[in-house]
């Protein structure tokens, strides 16, 4: 009788590494890209005073998300 173990996924080699590279560094800047869209629409909300509590102004929010 045989056995398998199946707990190990095989390795992937070329073209299916290659594309499971390039899936994963697409969620990536899908997530990146969503946290600094979800980071600018908090701060936008933020009043002028709350801005200038935590140092920043109404300018600086988009340049806050380029970090």
Request: proline share 1%; net charge neutral.
């Amino acid at each position: 009788m045989a056995a398998f173990d199946t707990t190990q996924p095989a390795a992937a080699t070329g073209s299916a590494r290659r594309i499971g590279l390039m899936f994963t560094h697409a969620v990536s800047a899908f997530s990146a890209w969503n946290d600094t869209r979800i980071t600018r629409k908090s701060l936008s909300a933020l009043t002028d005073r709350e801005l200038d509590d935590i140092g920043l102004g109404r300018g600086d929010i988009d340049g806050m998300s380029r970090f």
